[in-house]
């Protein structure tokens, strides 16, 4: 038989260019293949500290993202009704006079109604450095509806939590546990770290109210009852202190485990940290069994006494903790109904962390020395970590929950040791190093510092002279007063509302607020078109949006700033911003353009970041022109080689100094971008040795933190058990201190704002009536898409191009649902009607669906009959951005009563068996779609050259 | 029909991990992409933007769920099965194609089709008992898993590459390439290690390819091996829990105690 001929060694491409993968915010990097001068190819770069080679579903179809037909073209000016997606195409500078002439009054007259509001954005020490150079005090990015509760509580904590400020010690954990993990996070380096523990036979226990991907593959599965988290957390902290199962050595040096609280209730001090004169925290020396410095020389913490003065009582930390954690309250028999996971199986995990971090134990023999100058031989490890992202952040009890975590990691002694949690540079960095939030907005000035950051106490809040909110969303204020991330989510309401006061421009950069992005959607789209009745003018008079692709926000925009797709734009991953490092390295990496943005029929598109630099030229804003009129900065890759944040230290930290030593720290270099593309498109400097583990307290580390130029100066701290700027709060609202919160806060926050990790039910729960909607409802991102962008992706749509409604098996034989069927889902808020699926592998009393799946019909340049556009749906509509009505008045915002999160997990409904439809409901009329429809038949053929 | 070589000098595979896939599709969207600008017709996407988008695939992930019989089994599992050619030493779909365009090579052992001589009847699609074959919408031809023959010999690709596709991109490591034909090869090692399986082995059909089956759920064995022994009683915890203190009082009594021994 003839054996057919074939080419085993076929060119593959004409060229490699290594830049940043964008499909989703892992930040991989990637080689890109280019035949014909066209990206033809792509795949993970081996070199790349962050995916090692590998790359994602995302990553690999970044080609069908980069040749969408949904990308614009030009910018656009509406002329249509807002939502209606009718716009003509203008000119650059038409469209950078029009926003420059609608800002520069703003500028001039009341900075703060102008609002600036980004998503997925990684520019974000950018776009803020800008934003208060405009003057506003309205800038966030959208932590706030996803993960802030995390990270406030994991900074306020530690000084860091999961994903961009730590990992697992992959390589010698031995039991590793995922709660509620959002699949689509940090999706590369989990999914390696995954396989790393799974090929050295470490176990994985997944609590998750839904055992999808991660979970599946876990060795052993809690199905959790949703926004429970804290109490099963709580219930752990319970029986391994009760059996002693906690490390008391680590305590005592590296927290504030024997930190004195002051016993004083009466006082204005009560229950805060017993300080000295000179303002420091006391703790009782064993030595001489009186109070000293818990830093002073010498001096030997006691955690077991507690000290009697002038006949009050001061007791260490722990005992408050003793105090609280081992009443029955906790025990695994009183929490096991409410959290769905019976006592033995809490009792078992409990049982099992215990076995592995103190009978597992792991011993480096690594010398280091603390920043006291006490050198150790060894370097002792407890090998269990854990990782947590959105699923435990996003209820409004999310915060405590986290905070829990947290501290059961702290009692483990797990925290920057081998086989642990470990800190990624500049992480360590406590609550305390980071800046305070910024308001105060003067005409024609820029802010005076920057928007977010770390309150420590009422004092620290953005509240005008009247005590209401400096900010459009509410930040910092009494309602969510560690609200570190912003609250996106909540500006368009208060916007429109008018409460704490109107805007007149808001600018979003890659958020689809008009849909997948905003709870509430079908009435966030009325705010958005409603009108004041006595202006006949938009509530929110101007809205300005620069996305790459047609989107639903883009249809509500008045002026359309089109970006560039990931593959022609230059971007920095910053330090200053949310970086790439590893545990044992500092890195950053830069995007450039691997082909030019000058594609035909799209010649109008442009990166935002040089667009946003352009206008704050036309705006004339500080920092952005030149004496002699010139803007400072050509464009964004200008900016990013140019630009010094503090003497020395710019947007990259890789060979800085215009010989290319310096490191961190050093003068611009102007050959800088040109050493990273050399070097594959990121810079790594390795930490030494010594200094990989136990990083707040080790001197060789905070050395080289200092010399790299992450700090100015040592920064050792220990771990808060116990949070004193919660405590403040209390304080205030049990009547001490000027600032007072309103009357009708006062009760919630001395119940919320709890020193050590509390649980209490979530707020809607605690709203409606739980026979009346018994089922929680969820939604996750898959791990092969990622919110909108995915699902105009050719490739991608094909594996999940619409959403069903998973249902548990006890429902669904109750509903007598079968295969094809269409439920009703209703909600405190509203209804939705949409198609469902059986699930067995998920938790008795939740259904939940995949997220931003569904889509309006004309966007994306899908076809209207799209089935993300008639089967997808959003649970968003039934979501409320506030809570049910109480009778009181007053908006009381469905968010964590700490951070303001988002808490979008907390949703309760029921359901009802609908007759078979072919669209969910509601069906949003079509927009117009500005780009048309994207071709029929799409062949990916490019190879050779 | 055409003929099956007598043996072939290797028997090049994949050996699928089940027990660590976590079905993220990022073998499926790289095969897409690497086999859509090489080896053959590109992989079309029909009505790629409208309602029923239909695009050729030579490796798709599909997912199970288990559930035990009784509650004390455990709760129900979800088991992520990616799926492409097997390359089987006695595939049905070579010996049923009338043309000679399926066939396969005896240096490997790999299952391809000649597209110029493919006149799209179907065939082996019909003969192939694991659906792992599908026809081009737009070309008419069959495309199935060609294993990145156009990668795994390609000089131009740096050596540590050559391997599928699929196999470079996966971010847990759940698949490996390899001769399964040399015992001493590594891919045959993890099979004998972890009891890899074939697929449908009662279909006669000799696959290549192994699957490593998931590794028993539930508590750890030191944990599972107390529970049978006290099945039913409460205390199969010691001697990690045993209390120390039954409130916050006793509770400082123990670290007294302890703290002395610090």
């Known amino acids: 038989m003839t054996t057919p001929k074939l080419d085993p060694s076929p060119r593959v491409s004409d060229e490699i260019r290594k830049t940043t993968c964008y499909m989703c915010a892992c930040r991989c990097g990637i080689d890109v293949h280019l035949s014909g001068g066209e990206v033809s190819h792509i ?19 970044g080609i069908m993202q980069h040749v969408s037909p949904a990308r614009l073209r030009a910018p656009m000016r509406r002329t249509g009704p807002r939502g209606s997606g009718q716009f003509e195409e203008i000119g650059w500078d038409e469209a950078l006079d029009l926003a420059r002439s609608w800002l520069a009054p703003l500028r001039k007259s009341a900075p703060e109604k102008f609002a600036f509001f980004t998503g997925r954005d990684q520019s974000q020490s950018f776009t803020s450095w800008w934003a208060q150079a405009f003057g506003t005090p309205n800038w966030a990015a959208h932590g706030g ?74 060795d052993d599965w809690f199905g959790i009852t949703p926004g429970t988290d804290g109490l099963l957390i709580l219930s752990l902290v319970h029986v391994l202190m009760k059996a002693g199962r906690i490390d008391l050595e680590y305590l005592t040096r590296y927290t504030d485990a024997p930190f004195l609280v002051n016993g004083d209730a009466k006082s204005a001090e009560g229950g805060l940290y017993l300080r000295d004169a000179e303002g420091k925290p006391q703790v009782l020396d064993r030595r001489t069994g009186k109070p000293a410095a818990w830093d002073a020389p010498g001096v030997v913490a006691d955690l077991s006494h507690e000290w009697r003065h002038a006949g009050i009582t001061h007791r260490p930390v722990l005992h408050h903790m003793a105090e609280r954690y081992l009443t029955e309250e906790y025990s695994p028999e009183a929490v096991a109904e409410r959290c769905g996971v019976p006592a033995e199986r809490i009792r078992a995990l409990a049982e099992e962390i215990a076995r592995v971090a103190f009978e597992e134990e792991i011993v480096l023999e690594r010398p280091w020395t603390d920043w006291k100058g006490q050198r150790h031989e060894r370097m002792i490890g407890r090998p269990v970590s854990f990782h947590a992202m959105r699923g435990i952040s996003a209820h409004s009890n999310g915060f405590q929950t986290c905070r829990a975590l947290h501290v059961l990691q702290i009692l483990l002694g797990s925290v920057e040791v081998p086989g642990g949690f470990r800190f990624k540079p500049p992480y360590p960095k406590p609550a305390t190093a980071h800046p305070k939030p910024t308001a105060n907005p003067k005409p024609g000035e820029p802010l005076p510092g920057p928007h977010l950051g770390f309150v420590h106490g009422p004092g620290d809040l953005l509240l005008k002279e009247d005590g209401s909110a400096a900010r459009i969303d509410k930040a910092f204020t009494w309602e969510n007063p560690l609200s570190a991330h912003g609250m996106m989510h909540m500006v368009i309401s208060n ?20 849909w997948n992005s905003s709870m509430n959607t079908s ?16 509530v929110i008079p101007r809205i300005i949006v620069s996305d790459a692709y047609s989107s639903e926000m883009v249809a509500y925009a008045d002026l359309v700033l089109p970006d560039t797709t990931y593959l022609e734009r230059h971007d920095c991953i910053s330090l200053l911003d949310r970086p790439i490092c590893e545990a044992e390295a500092l890195a950053d990496s830069i995007r450039g353009p691997v082909v030019p943005p000058e594609r035909p029929g799209h010649e109008g598109v442009r990166g935002f970041q040089s667009v946003l630099l352009d206008l704050g030229h036309r705006l004339g804003l500080p920092g952005m022109v030149r004496e002699d009129g010139g803007p400072v900065y050509a464009d964004y890759a200008d900016y990013i080689v140019n630009h010094q944040r503090r003497p020395g230290v710019g947007p990259l930290a890789g060979w800085r100094d215009e010989d290319g030593t310096g490191k961190g720290r050093g003068a611009p270099n102007p050959g800088q971008l040109q050493r990273y593309i050399d070097n594959g498109g990121f810079w790594i400097d390795h930490i030494p040795e010594e200094a990989q583990f136990f990083k707040p307290w080790n001197a060789a580390y905070q050395a080289w933190a200092v010399e790299r130029g992450l700090f100015d100066s040592p920064q050792p701290y220990v771990f808060s058990l116990w949070l004193e700027p919660l405590r403040r709060f209390q304080l205030a609202a049990e009547g001490h201190g000027e600032r007072q919160p309103p009357e009708h806060l006062r009760a919630r926050i001395r119940e919320t704002l709890d020193p050590l990790p509390m649980w209490y039910p979530p707020f809607e729960q605690q709203a409606v009536d739980e026979d009346t909607y018994p089922l929680h409802a969820l939604t996750q991102r898959p791990m092969a898409m990622y919110h909108s962008w995915g699902s105009q992706n050719a490739w991608l749509r094909q594996i999940h191009g619409e959403n069903p409604l998973y249902v548990p098996r006890a429902v669904w034989d109750d509903l007598g649902l079968t ?11 509203g209804r939705i009607t949409v198609p469902v699926a059986l699930m067995e592998a998920l938790n008795a009393r939740t259904v939940w669906t995949w997220n931003a799946i569904g889509k309006r019909k004309g966007a994306w340049a899908l076809s209207e009959d799209a089935p993300e556009a008639t089967r997808g749906f959003l649970l968003n509509h039934i979501i409320h951005e506030l809570l049910p009505p109480r009778g009181d008045g007053l908006r009381w915002s469905n968010s964590d009563p700490v951070t303001g999160q988002a808490a979008w997990f907390d949703l309760r409904v029921r359901l009802e068996r609908a007759e078979p439809r072919d669209e969910a409901l509601p069906a949003i009329p079509a927009q117009a779609s500005p780009v048309g429809v994207g071709p029929d038949v799409v062949r990916h053929a490019k190879r050779g050259g | 029909m055409t003929a099956l070589p007598r043996s072939t000098d290797k028997k090049l595979g994949l050996v699928i991990d089940l027990d660590t896939c976590v079905g993220c599709q990022a073998c499926v969207i790289s095969c897409k992409e ?21 695009g050729s695939f030579l490796n798709r992930v599909h997912t199970y769920e288990a559930v035990p019989e009784t509650a004390a089994d455990g709760p129900p599992v979800v088991v992520h099965f990616p799926k492409s050619c097997l390359h089987c030493d006695d595939a049905p779909c070579v010996t049923v194609c009338p043309t000679g365009a399926s066939y396969k090579r005896s240096e ?37 898993c060609t294993l990145c023959v156009d990668r795994i010999y390609n000089e131009n690709i740096p050596e540590v590459d050559r391997i599928p596709s699929c196999v470079r991109t996966c ?17 045959s090692r993890l099979v004998a290690e972890r009891g890899g399986m074939d697929l449908m082995p009662e279909q006669g059909t000799g696959p290549v390819n192994k699957y490593l089956p998931p590794r028993p759920k539930g508590a750890p064995p030191i944990l599972r091996d107390h529970a049978q022994a006290d099945r039913g009683e409460v205390d199969v915890l010691a001697p990690f829990l045993e209390p120390v203190a039954e409130d916050a009082r006793g509770f400082l009594g123990w670290l007294d105690r302890s703290l002395g021994k610090i």
């Open chain 1, 43 to 61: 795949e993970g770069n081996r070199d790349h500290p962050v995916n090692r080679g590998v790359l994602c579903a995302k990553g690999s179809a």
């Open chain 1, 145 to 218: 509806f996803c993960s802030v509760n995390m990270a406030a509580a994991g900074i306020y904590t530690i000084g860091g939590a999961f994903w961009e400020f730590g990992q697992p010690d992959w390589e010698r954990t031995r039991l590793f546990l995922l709660f509620g993990v959002a699949e689509d996070h940090d999706s590369n380096p989990i999914k390696m770290g995954l396989g790393r523990l799974k090929e050295r036979g470490a176990r994985v226990i997944g609590v998750n109210p839904i055992r999808s991907g991660y979970n599946a593959v876990a």
């Open chain 1, 819 to 829: 295969e094809g069927d269409w439920v009703h889902v209703i909600s405190p808020h």
């Open chain 2, 34 to 54: 690497w086999n859509s600008q090489g080896y053959g017709a590109p992989l079309a996407d029909l009505d790629a933007y409208g309602s029923d988008p239909e």
């Open chain 1, 523 to 538: 009435a966030v789209i009325d705010m958005l078109t409603a009108t004041d009745p006595d202006t006949g003018e938009h």
């Open chain 2, 108 to 144: 490997d052992g790999i299952v391809l089709v000649e597209e110029d001589w493919c006149i799209g009847c179907g065939l082996c699609a019909w003969a192939c008992p694991y659906g792992a074959r599908e026809m081009d919408g737009a070309e008419k031809v069959m495309k199935k």
């Open chain 2, 171 to 187: 971010p847990t490591g759940a698949r490996h390439f390899g001769d399964l034909g040399d015992p001493e090869s590594d891919v």
């Open chain 1, 495 to 514: 916007a429109h509302a008018g409460d704490p006061y109107r805007i007149d421009t808001l600018m979003l950069y890659m958020a689809n607020m008009a």
